[in-house]
């Protein structure tokens, strides 16, 4: 059975999940290696809603999605973001990052938060399916993402 909780309530799984973030990800982040990446993640520890990150776990730690501020500084404007949605490759195509991408959208919901944003590379039809709209396509750190919106009042 997969439960979901957060990361705050579970903090031994951080630097795993560092590590799974920097492998996947390092790319859209130049420069940052992984004891930067661990050190960036310290606030989700913290009581704080914005920012957190909620795992998927079972007997063992399955995946991630985040709620932060900002994740893109070229758009201040949007706010806040989805972030971090990651499941581990060998439990892929099982429904674990649509659970985590509704929990952190309902958890918004509960906060009070109308609107949440985020940016892919690759995982737009992804999104779509859950209610998610283009709202831009561009380039970032050379590669084309994808930003999206969702209203989490419909």
């Known amino acids: 059975m997969i439960k979901i909780f957060n990361l705050k309530d579970e903090p031994e799984n951080l ?17 940052e290696n992984l004891v930067a990446r661990i050190s960036r993640m310290q606030p989700f520890l913290n009581e704080d809603f914005i920012p957190s990150t909620f795992i998927a776990r079972d007997e063992a730690l399955l995946g991630s999605a985040a709620i932060v501020l900002r994740d893109l500084k070229t758009e201040p404007q949007l706010t806040p973001w989805l972030a971090s949605v990651y499941v581990r490759p ?9 659970q985590l991408v509704l929990h952190v959208m309902q958890q918004a919901r509960n906060g009070g938060i109308d609107y949440l944003y985020l940016y892919t590379p690759n995982q737009e039809h992804f999104y779509i399916k859950l209610g998610w709209s283009t709202i831009d396509k ?16 419909v």
């Open 90 to 98: 060998d439990v892929r195509r099982q429904g674990i990052g649509r």
């Open 138 to 153: 561009r380039k970032h750190q050379g590669h084309d993402v994808t930003i999206m919106q969702v209203n989490l009042n």
């Open 15 to 31: 630097s795993t999940l560092a590590k799974w973030h920097q492998d996947e990800w390092s790319y859209l982040n130049p420069g």
